[in-house]
């Protein structure tokens, strides 16, 4: 009896662990750096007068400490409890668990292209590359039954549209001001659109405040019941070039809230909960070893293909950061991502191997 209980209780394991994902989300923050993912605040920058807007007193109560473990729960606490709790977080290179962009661009429509392709394209060398000609994840998985018309990204860069070739891969891409709710759009969509077009325009015409595109995704996500949902926050990036190093602590500390907000909506939705993973990363890194070059990328930098990765859900053993030494690459993403939802990722360019989240 003994023996059979034991049998019983290892098969449950193994389903548990073995089940696939129904839906996935899938969440990006541009330029966010693994310096800061994995130790929090770096004094160097927030001590220099010139990064931290005339306030180092304000950043350092709220993320300082002198033992990093604790300063990275302080600027991340959902990822470093939840997320550590119950999923994996990758990219620790100070205990040389590494991860790296494959192609030697190091900035962002190349970045992204390897996300969701994975396929590091040399021919996709500028953020002004027209439509991608790469076949990407989320059309791939528009085409299946279970998947059609149940795809959807939330951008706050414009370039989505193109990254994304909406017009081919025929799946709506909400891409910096583009307004929600169509031709008939619900009185919250109106409200949401107005306020976007009337908002600051803190970098331009070609990327929105990260605020819109979050809750237009949570309205959609709400009201469409996607299975295949990408949202892709912005600020952390625009925040670093602008050399403003409070600011982009606060955009992530942002973006780690609105992900457990995610979270907790989808776990109390019967369509979603425990039927749905998340996916999260960012498009490249940012420079370190000169301190100076925090806030810039490129290939002329020399540590800024070093990048990270979390996921969570069903299809995703428990293994908290993972601490094995290893190079793993940014284009094995998305057959990652679809093996997640039980699907073998082709294209007519190569894609990369996945990375095994359930052994």
């Given at each position: 009896m003994k023996l059979y209980f034991t049998l019983l209780f290892s098969i449950i394991c193994f389903c548990a662990i073995s089940q696939k994902a129904d839906n996935i989300i899938i969440i990006t923050t541009d330029g966010f750096r693994w310096q800061e993912v994995f130790t929090g605040m770096d004094s160097a920058i927030a001590n220099n007068k010139k990064y931290n807007q005339g306030d180092s007193?304000?950043?350092?109560?709220?993320?300082?400490?002198?033992d990093p473990m604790v300063r990275r729960k302080k600027l991340m606490p959902f990822l470093w409890s939840t997320i550590e709790n119950n999923g994996q977080i990758y990219g620790n290179r100070k205990l040389g668990n590494?991860?790296?962009?494959?192609?030697?661009?190091?900035?962002?429509y190349p970045g992204y292209n390897e996300i969701f392709t994975g396929y590091p394209d040399t021919l996709v060398n500028s953020n002004s590359f027209p439509p991608n000609p790469n076949t990407n994840l989320l059309e791939f998985l528009n085409k299946h039954v279970k998947y059609k018309n149940k795809v959807a990204a939330f951008g706050a860069w414009?370039?989505?549209n193109r990254i994304l070739n909406e017009e081919r891969a025929k799946i709506p891409v909400y891409a910096a001001y583009d307004k929600t709710g169509g031709t008939n759009p619900t009185t919250k969509e109106q409200l949401m659109n107005s306020m976007m077009?009337?908002?600051?325009?803190?970098?331009g015409d070609e990327e929105v405040l990260d605020v819109f595109t979050h809750y237009n995704a949570i309205n959609y996500l709400q009201t469409k019941k996607p299975r295949v949902l990408y949202i892709a926050y912005g600020e952390t990036d625009?925040?670093?070039?602008?050399g403003h190093y409070k600011d982009y602590l606060h955009a992530a500390t942002q973006v780690d809230k609105w992900i457990k907000d995610i979270w907790n909506y989808i776990q109390t939705d019967p369509f979603y909960k425990n039927k749905t993973a998340l996916f999260i990363t960012t498009d490249h890194g940012r420079g370190d070893?000169?301190?100076?070059e925090w806030t810039s990328h490129g290939h002329r930098i020399a540590d800024c293909y070093q990048i990270w990765m979390a996921a969570m859900g069903p299809g995703i053993k428990a293994k908290g950061e993972v601490k094995e030494n290893q190079q793993l690459y940014q284009k094995q993403f998305a057959q990652t991502m679809a093996s997640l939802l039980g699907f073998t990722f082709?294209?007519?360019?190569p894609v990369a191997?996945?990375?095994d989240l359930n052994k």
């Open positions: 007193a304000e950043i350092y109560k709220q993320y300082w400490s002198a590494k991860i790296d962009n494959a192609n030697p661009y190091w900035f962002s414009d370039a989505f077009q009337d908002s600051y325009r803190a970098f625009e925040w670093a070039h602008s070893a000169i301190k100076k082709t294209a007519k360019h191997d996945k990375i």
